[in-house]
């Protein structure tokens, strides 16, 4: 067991270009979620995916935003168009439906928009 | 809908001193109940978990305990040291998401 890996730790950008993140959950996890933490925040639910379907979706995450979980694995989070407001920290969580559900998150993906 | 509040911080405690960070809930349902930890720079780590009332969930010292008629999940720790200094974070899971409190930090200086 590896843990839920996140590429890449860092990133900064500018205002307008397309950024994508990549999250490498727990091997035999079959969710997969993504959240969004701003400073001094707790993280904030963006999506959700049970094996490859993205089962929900929060208001949070407008048009720009799009993730993708490809055969039930590893899931990417693209932003297009970044604004300075998207600057956060991205964090990819997994886990195993059942009735002690637990999430297990990865080290974070931090963005900065200038 | 479910929330989750839990006292802001700084807490800034003295090493071997005893820890409560206040976690109060509101929910639909019968939700399990984590605290999460977060060190400098790092993602969230879970500490504990109670997915039912009465339940209590401890790990390195830390104890938590669902209490559903207060609505409240207090983060306790007896004595304190100086690697415990990060932020805790206290979470509500009904359905998929978690909910997540506001975060307490704690710093405990020698």
């Known amino acids: 067991d590896t843990g839920v890996s996140q590429d890449p730790r860092h990133k900064i950008t500018k205002r307008g270009q397309n950024v994508t993140f990549r999250c490498d959950p727990i091997?035999?996890?079959?969710?997969l979620y993504w959240y969004r933490q701003t400073l001094g925040q707790g993280p904030e639910f963006l999506t959700y995916f049970q094996n490859e379907a993205q089962l929900e979706k929060s208001r949070l995450l407008s048009d720009r935003f799009s993730a993708e979980r490809p055969k039930g694995s590893f899931s990417t989070l693209e932003i297009q168009r970044t604004e300075q407001g998207d600057s956060a920290m991205y964090l990819c969580a997994s886990s195993l439906s059942g009735r002690q559900e637990t999430q297990y998150f990865g080290p974070g993906t931090r963005l900065l928009v200038l | 809908g479910d929330s989750v509040t839990q006292m802001e911080g700084p807490v800034t405690l003295s090493e071997e001193a005893c820890l409560t960070i206040?976690?109060?809930?509101?929910?639909?349902?019968?939700?399990?109940l984590f605290w999460y930890v977060q060190y400098p720079g790092e993602g969230l780590q879970l500490l504990l978990k109670a997915t039912k009332a009465d339940d209590k969930g401890s790990n390195k010292g830390f104890e938590a305990t669902y209490r559903k008629e207060t609505t409240s999940f207090h983060l306790e720790k007896g004595s304190v040291q100086v690697s415990d200094s990060a932020v805790y974070f206290c979470?509500?899971?009904?359905?998929?998401?978690?909910?997540f409190g506001k975060g307490t930090s704690l710093l405990v200086t020698p």
């Open positions: 091997s035999e996890h079959n969710r």
């Open positions: 979470a509500l899971g009904s359905g998929y998401a978690l909910n």
């Open positions: 206040n976690c109060t809930y509101t929910a639909t349902g019968y939700p399990s």
